[in-house]
């Protein structure tokens, strides 16, 4: 499947972390998802119905995580992919990026984050 349809910068406001002070609340993650599919059809029609809706991608990927309230951004990366394959049989694969941006680590780091690829 060559062709790919990109989210970037989705900012999820979310529980996600292992410590209690990350438990307690929520806090800002952003999220890319990398949707494979044969976009041929889309491309020659210029119909929705040819291809995968992003705004479905976004809303799958954004419910998934806040659901889950994961403890690790592996699990976050791993519901929401789970959940954007789950929308349409003709993704053959999603990466999805989950990253903190205010990750507790006690030096200076701009982000922290994981990237999952899920396949059918």
């Known amino acids: ?7 970037r910068g989705l900012r999820v406001v979310a529980v996600c972390g292992v ?8 806090q800002p993650l952003t999220v ?7 976009a041929e059809r889309a491309g020659a029609s210029d119909d929705l119905a040819d291809t995968v809706s992003y705004p479905l991608v ?3 990927a ?19 992919g789970r959940a954007v394959l789950a929308l349409d049989e003709r993704i053959g694969a999603v990466t999805v990026v989950v990253t903190k941006l205010r990750p507790p ?16």
Request: contains cysteine; negative net charge; aromatic residues 0%.
């Open 32 to 38: 890319d998802v990398d949707v494979e599919l044969d």
């Open 1 to 7: 499947m060559p062709d790919t349809i990109e989210v």
């Open 58 to 60: 976004c809303e799958a």
């Open 105 to 120: 680590i006690p030096l200076d780091v701009a982000t922290a984050g994981v990237r999952r690829r899920l396949a059918r």
């Open 19 to 26: 410590g209690d002070e990350e438990r307690r609340g929520v």
């Open 62 to 80: 954004a419910a998934a995580i806040i659901d889950a309230a994961p403890r690790l951004l592996e699990h976050a990366a791993e519901v929401a």
